[in-house]
C-alpha cells in the first residue's frame, strides 16, 4: 500500500501501489457528517493513538451531474491543500466496521466518540508501555493545568464504558464488596451484562503499574489482581485484574479522584492511569463489536464470505 502525498502523483502512481477510495454516503448532510465524524472517532480507537495531521472530517457534495462532478474532483480532491488532508491508512476498514457496527445504537455511538476525545486529550503510545522499556514516563506532573486533563481523559474514558452499559453497578444499600470479597449479586449482574455484549469474562487485563507507589495507587481499596508474569517488582509492577476487577479500579478513580472536587491523591494520577482506563474502555467497544485482535484481512476475508453468502 502506498500513501500518495501529492496531488500530480495521480497521474502516474508508483508501481505496486493501490489506489485510493473515495467513500461516497446517500444522505442528507448532517447524516453524512455524523458518519464521517464517527468512523474519524472509530480509527483513533483502532489505532490506540491520534494521528498528529489534520485531517478532512466533513463530507463535501457530489453533484448529479457528471460535468460537475468533475470539476469538484479537480477543484477540490486534487488540488493542493485539500489533497493532503485525505488521509490513507491500512487499518481504514476496522475503523469502517467499527462504525457501521455502532451506528444503530446511540449510546455505543458516544462511547466511541468520547474514548477518541480522551485519546485526543491526553494519551500514550501502546508501546512504550511494553515491559522492555520499564518506566518511560513521569508517574504524575506538578502542573495544575496537567492534572485538569489527566482527569478530563479518564472522565471520558470511562463515560465511553457507561453507555455501554458495562460499569459496576453498586449502591449504599448494595455494597460492592463484602468482607474484600465480591458481593455475588453485584458481580453476577455485571458478569451477565458483559456477556450479553460479547465480552469474554475468562480473560484478564494487564494494569500498567510502573515506578515507586504512589498515593493514588495506595488509595484504591481492596487491592486486587496479582502481578503479571513479566513483573519485576521493583519498575515494572504490572498486575493481572480481570476485567470486573478492572472496572472497579477504573470507577474507583474515577469516583474518588477525576470526576469531583480533586483530593491529594488526585494530583498523583499521571499516564499510565489515563492508558489503563483508556485501554478497558477500548477492549470493551472492540470487543463488543467483534472486533478485538481481528486484523484488516480477518475484517475482508469475514465480509467477503458474508457477501458470497
Do not use: C
Not at 70 to 90: C, K, M
Not at 133 to 145: N, P, R, T, V
Not at 271 to 291: G, M, T
Amino acid at each position: 500500500m502506498t500513501e500518495i502525498s501529492h496531488p500530480a502523483a495521480l497521474l502516474k502512481p508508483p508501481a505496486g501501489s493501490v489506489a485510493g477510495q473515495l467513500m461516497v454516503i446517500d444522505a442528507d448532510e448532517t447524516t453524512a457528517n455524523n458518519v464521517v465524524g464517527l468512523v474519524y472517532a472509530a480509527r483513533n480507537i483502532i489505532e490506540a493513538n491520534p494521528g498528529q495531521h489534520a485531517a478532512l472530517r466533513r463530507v463535501f457534495k457530489l453533484p448529479e451531474n457528471p460535468t460537475e462532478q468533475l470539476g469538484v474532483f479537480r477543484d477540490v480532491f486534487q488540488s493542493r491543500g485539500y489533497f493532503e488532508q485525505f488521509s490513507h491508512s491500512f487499518d481504514f476498514p476496522l475503523a469502517v466496521a467499527l462504525a457501521a457496527t455502532a451506528w444503530p445504537d446511540k449510546g455505543f455511538v458516544y462511547a466511541i466518540h468520547k474514548l477518541s476525545r480522551s485519546l485526543e486529550t491526553e494519551s500514550i503510545t501502546w508501546w512504550s508501555t511494553h515491559p522492555v522499556y520499564g518506566q518511560i514516563f513521569d508517574k504524575h506532573s506538578e502542573l495544575y493545568s496537567s492534572h485538569i486533563s489527566t482527569s478530563i481523559a479518564i472522565n471520558l474514558a470511562f463515560s465511553a464504558i457507561e453507555e455501554l452499559k458495562l460499569q459496576v453497578k453498586s449502591s449504599a444499600s448494595k455494597a460492592r464488596f463484602l468482607a474484600g470479597d465480591w458481593n455475588p449479586a453485584v458481580l453476577n449482574d455485571l458478569l451477565g451484562r458483559l456477556q450479553n455484549a460479547r465480552i469474554d469474562v475468562g480473560q484478564k487485563v494487564n494494569w500498567i503499574v510502573r515506578g515507586e507507589k504512589s498515593k493514588s495507587e495506595e488509595s484504591i481499596k481492596p487491592a486486587l489482581g496479582a502481578p503479571a508474569p513479566y513483573s519485576n517488582g521493583q519498575v515494572v509492577r504490572d498486575v493481572e485484574l480481570t476485567i470486573p476487577e478492572a472496572l472497579h479500579v477504573s470507577s474507583f478513580i474515577r469516583n474518588f479522584m477525576t470526576a469531583h472536587g480533586f483530593s491529594e491523591a488526585s494530583t498523583f494520577l499521571g499516564p499510565y492511569e489515563v492508558f489503563n482506563v483508556q485501554s478497558l474502555a477500548r477492549r470493551l467497544i472492540l470487543s463488543k463489536s467483534r472486533l478485538w485482535n481481528v486484523s484488516t484481512d480477518d475484517i475482508l476475508r469475514r465480509t467477503s464470505s458474508e457477501t458470497e453468502r
